[in-house]
């Protein structure tokens, strides 16, 4: 019985790398110069480079249940997403980072309505987005309010991380929220001064964040 994931790594080889041979190569002679960290959720639905119209060598990509930013300070353990933000803040330098949620998310459902008992990682894990939840019953209204909501606590996590505070300080970073309608096909991104989520269609930029509290001034972002 021919397995269709082998059938699949053959055809790549044969059907697509030729024709990009080239730009493959020149991504290992030149290196990788990603200007993007793509941090999303681990979702099947969410197709980064459809969503983006990008290829190989276009965004550097960590991916998790939730698209959930662990602590900085390590309280929940050593994990792989602290280490690639770092990697791509200070390594590869990126200039934005995207949080992307979306509707219909599997780990704020699993949020209310609980994991396998011997699921142990993924209860501590989901944790981190008890501070989005709302204590209302688990309508579809509610459920794509917290999927944003656990977007922005997201970006107010990234910016407890050193590195990415001053690189958003001396303006070389931006941080994008991004909500992910799947059935609209349509991304919305965070907008800090409006407070809200706005259709890519009608937005000026890709979302503005973070918060940054100016003492003097008293206003929450850059
Ligand atoms: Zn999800």
């Known amino acids: 019985m021919p397995d269709e994931l082998l059938e699949r790594l053959r055809k790549f080889q044969t059907d697509y790398f030729p024709a990009h041979r080239d730009e493959f190569q020149s991504l290992i002679n030149k290196g990788q110069h990603p200007k993007t960290l793509f941090l999303g959720c681990s979702d099947s639905r969410i197709v980064p480079y459809l969503l983006t119209g990008t290829g190989p060598g276009d965004l550097f990509i ?28 200070l390594q590869l330098k990126v200039d934005r980072i995207v949080i992307c949620g979306h509707s219909h998310c599997g780990a704020v459902k699993s949020a209310y309505e609980g994991v396998p008992d011997n699921a142990i990682n993924l209860r501590a894990w989901l944790s981190l987005i008890d501070e989005a939840l709302l204590p209302v019953c688990q309508t579809n209204e509610a459920l794509r309010k917290v999927e944003q909501r656990s977007i922005v606590l997201q970006l107010e996590r ?45 937005a000026d930029n890709c979302g503005t964040g973070p918060y940054i509290k100016h003492d003097d001034c008293g206003c929450n972002y850059l």
Not at 64 to 84: E, L
Not at 178 to 196: A, L, P, R, S, T
């Open 62 to 89: 960590l991916r998790n249940v939730g698209a959930i930013v662990p602590p900085y300070d390590g309280s929940y353990g050593i994990h792989g997403t602290a280490a690639g933000i770092e990697f791509a803040v």
């Open 158 to 202: 990234l910016m407890n991380y050193p590195m990415v505070r001053a690189a958003v300080e001396d303006k070389k970073l931006t941080l994008h929220g991004w909500y992910y309608v799947i059935e609209d096909g349509e991304v919305q991104v965070f907008d800090v001064e409006k407070g809200q989520f706005v259709a890519a269609h009608i």
